[in-house]
Nanobody
Framework: QVQLLESGGGLVQAGGSLRLSCSFS????????IQWYRQAPGNEHELVAT???????NYTESVKGRFTISRDNTGNTVYLQMNRLKSEDSAAYYC????????????WGQGTQVTVFS
């Protein structure tokens, strides 16, 4: 069983930065793809960024050049560095993990709230 715990959310002024953390436990971290999703009230879950088991990364268009996803295979943690934040980035942010073979279930954390004010 995989457990994920997000942290690092908060209230920040537009143009500011936050770093979210997703702490992973329960299985071999290196075998898992980790993704950050976000959901604003009334909206669908949106995939924000992905880091594969080999540290390849991918981003949704709206955050390219502002957000950076990275993984620490020693500390079993994935980070989402968010710079030049905008009000439209306000949402609950969740991390998700799935095995790189795409077998077995996906796992979700409880989420952390990010609120960007002008």
């Amino acid at each position: 069983q995989v457990q994920l715990l997000e942290s690092g959310g908060g209230l920040v002024q537009a143009g500011g930065s936050l770093r979210l953390s997703c702490s992973f436990s329960g299985r071999s971290f290196r075998a898992y793809v980790i993704q950050w999703y976000r959901q604003a009230p009334g909206n669908e879950h949106e995939l924000v960024a992905t880091v594969t088991s080999t540290s390849n990364t991918n981003y949704t268009e709206s955050v390219k050049g502002r957000f950076t996803i990275s993984r620490d295979n020693t500390g079993n943690t994935v980070y989402l560095q968010m710079n030049r934040l905008k009000s439209e980035d306000s949402a609950a942010y969740y991390c998700k993990a799935y095995h790189y073979t795409r077998t077995g279930p996906g796992y979700w954390g409880q989420g952390t709230q990010v609120t960007v004010f002008s």
